[in-house]
């Protein structure tokens, strides 16, 4: 069996990617927007569309009655969440199987399981998944969790319990930061996820982030679909990721992969997920630990999608209609190399500021191995309201090298003007000969920060090219400067 | 006819001269350059140079060479914009105040947190950029606050 009509319960590139998919399979899909977005390609994207509240997602995207009476307006049979959103509340899942329309995910009790870092730790010690020495404290209070923070040592890394993302997660490297970033992280985590549960681990230094994505049936099937490695992150979110690893050696990527395996089993999970690991390489050997579990689709699956060559949203749509799943552990193999660049309006010489604003000039590139999901147009504007990711642009190639260059000849031709974006600095990562080594962690863009952020000085090209821009007219009044931020006369000092 | 226009990179001027058939020439330096109707423009002798440029107000966006330039026209009559004092605190783009953490008359030194702004799901400290004295504060909990509006005066 399979779904007639799918409301697809997010917006941008992953609602346009996910609409693509039901198109592909045969499903109708509905579309569902907030006012900011009634004239977004994710709308134009899907079959129809329908309204589900005013600009702010807390009224819109992330409105449980509104998005239900949306699926029940327009006749669906079942909602996929994407990711973001409401793609890990277990309150959401379990509303849409009350309302008689399947989730396309896991059952909502393994994302309240796995959502709980506190109760997923637990669960994968038990199963044997090493994880990261830490210490839960049991007294929330400042104190409390700063005493939490002197028993494991620091530096330490305080985070929201139920957060991801990089929301409500906070480094502190001695006591005299430690109570302000304590407040900062509750704040956020009471913000982003309504819950100000923190805890507390030691910090690794100079970790990779490398993840496995899983895969599993509701038959007891269970694969994985390799690695990817996420160590290139801004505010502890991801920006650049690839797949294979260039740091992983056959034995540890087996060892890691039967770990994400067992993990998924340990957590009766279903449908697509993603086994997050810390590879600390310091030390004899590496040694990989069990971050945390992620019960979703994620932002970078195009990466696996691109070396193993199948299609992860076809699968949930198979999975999550009671189907086995399509491939076996053996049909599935890693080939060649991809790396995927995200696209976000931010200004990396302003903390990643994110940007709004009319998107002025915006021009896609194309090509053999290109691959680009997006959720916006030339001539539309990206609002202050959301996410600020633009496009994934993941080129794909029979080696690593040939992949970095086909991204990187890519990316110059991908023009986007109008408000700032981190192209140019993803440009700056991928020409770093740190990058280009593989000699890759966490820390890479505050360790590369002079490189990657260094003000380049406009040549007689840029200059002529000014002069002739169309639009050459005066105006009368300087108050149309878009809504972007100037460096120049802006506050110094974010802080991150 | 010939047009004549000055640009700043920066801090930096430069003088153009732009004439019917799109010579251009920079700081006295011809740079011919092919300008086409949809945002792309060719430069350099054979046109092998690519970019894409943009207007918006007094601003050109150029991408040129995987980098983006700023660049602003100067007009006449008008006094370009300077680095603004640190006497005045503005909120650097839409966002939301959360809490602020002084009171007028207060003293504050470099580095203080004064306003705590959330936009796009995340917290954003202003801070002081100097030691002062704070004047006056001119938003509170809950306001939603534009770019450019000063949210803290400083003496």
């Not at chain 1, 049979?77 to 009350?98: I, Q, R, T």
């Not at chain 1, 909502?108 to 020495?133: D, E, H, W, Y």
């Not at chain 1, 140019?424 to 990657?452: C, K, M, N, Q």
């Not at chain 2, 060719?42 to 970019?51: L, M």
Request: aromatic share 6%.
């Amino acid at each position: 069996m399979t779904f007639r009509r799918v409301l697809i319960a997010n917006r941008g590139e992953i609602a346009v990617r996910i609409a693509r998919a039901c198109r592909e399979a045969g499903i109708e899909s509905v579309a569902i927007y907030s006012d900011a977005d009634r004239d977004a390609p994710h709308v134009r994207a899907a079959d129809r569309a329908i309204r589900v509240g005013p600009a702010p997602s807390s009224q819109s995207y992330l409105s449980v009655p509104a998005i239900l009476e949306a699926a029940r307006a327009t006749s669906c049979d079942a909602v996929h969440p994407g990711y973001g959103f409401l793609s890990e509340n277990a309150a959401f899942a379990s509303a849409c199987d009350d309302a008689g329309l399947t989730f396309i995910g896991p059952p909502a009790a393994v994302i309240s399981r796995m959502g709980s870092k506190v109760g997923a730790r637990q669960l994968m010690s038990g199963a044997g998944v090493p994880v990261v020495p830490g210490d839960t404290p049991h007294d929330q209070s400042d104190s409390g969790v700063l005493q939490s923070a002197e028993r494991a040592g620091f530096p330490v890394l305080v985070k929201a319990s139920a957060g991801g993302g990089g929301k409500g997660m906070r480094a502190i490297r001695d006591r005299g930061q430690a109570l302000e970033a304590i407040a900062a992280a509750r704040r956020e985590a009471v913000s982003a996820f309504n819950d100000g549960t923190l805890y507390v681990e030691r910090l690794i230094e100079r970790p990779r982030h490398i993840e496995v994505q899983i895969f599993a049936d509701a038959h007891g099937n269970v694969v994985h679909l390799f690695e990817r490695e996420c160590s290139i992150q801004r505010r502890h979110q991801k920006i650049i990721e690839e797949s294979p690893s260039p740091a992983l050696t056959a034995g540890v990527r087996s060892a890691m992969t039967e770990a994400a395996v067992a993990a998924a089993r340990a957590a009766g999970y279903v449908n697509a997920g993603t086994i997050e690991f810390l590879l600390d390489e310091s030390g004899d050997g590496s040694r990989f630990y069990f971050l945390e579990m992620n019960t979703r689709l994620q932002v970078e699956h195009p990466v696996t999608e691109a070396v193993t060559g199948v299609d992860l949203v076809q699968a949930q749509f198979v999975v999550a209609a009671g189907g086995r799943l399509p491939w076996t552990q053996a049909s599935l193999t890693q080939r060649g190399h991809a790396i995927e660049c995200r696209v976000y309006a931010e200004d990396p010489a302003a903390g990643f500021l994110p940007q709004a604003g009319a998107l002025l000039v915006y021009r896609e590139p194309a090509g053999p191995g290109i691959r680009i999901d997006s959720g916006v147009v030339e001539g539309g504007a990206v609002p202050v309201h959301y996410d600020p990711l633009l496009a994934k642009l993941t080129a794909s190639a029979e080696s690593r090298d040939a992949a970095i260059a086909r991204a990187r000849a890519a990316l110059e031709m991908f023009p986007i003007l109008g408000i700032r974006t981190n192209v140019p600095f993803l440009i700056r990562v991928l020409d770093e000969s740190d990058f280009r080594a593989g000699r890759l962690h966490t820390g890479f863009i505050d360790e590369h920060a002079p490189d990657l952020l260094a003000r380049s000085t406009a040549p007689l090209e840029a200059l002529a090219a000014a002069a002739v821009a169309p639009g050459e007219t005066p105006r009368t009044s300087a108050s149309v400067r878009p809504t972007t931020i100037d460096p120049w006369t802006s506050v110094r000092g974010w802080g991150r | 006819m010939e047009r004549r226009i000055v640009i700043h990179d920066g801090e930096m001027p430069h003088r153009i001269t732009v004439d019917d058939n799109r010579t251009v020439i920079v700081d006295g330096t011809s740079v011919p350059v092919i300008g086409g109707p949809d945002s792309e423009v060719r430069i350099g002798e054979n046109g092998t140079v690519r970019a894409w440029v943009a207007a918006s107000g007094d601003t050109r966006w150029v991408y040129l060479g995987g980098r983006v330039y700023e660049l602003e026209v100067e007009r006449a009559g008008r006094r370009r914009r300077s680095a603004s004092g640190p006497s005045s605190l503005s909120a650097p783009m839409p966002a939301t105040v959360i809490r602020v953490e002084v009171s007028p008359g207060e003293q504050v030194q470099r580095g203080d947190t004064l306003v705590i702004l959330e936009a796009m799901k995340m917290e954003l400290p202003i801070r002081a950029a100097a030691d002062g004295t704070v004047a006056s504060v001119s938003c509170k909990p809950g306001d939603l606050v534009q770019p450019g509006m000063a949210l803290i005066e400083i003496e």
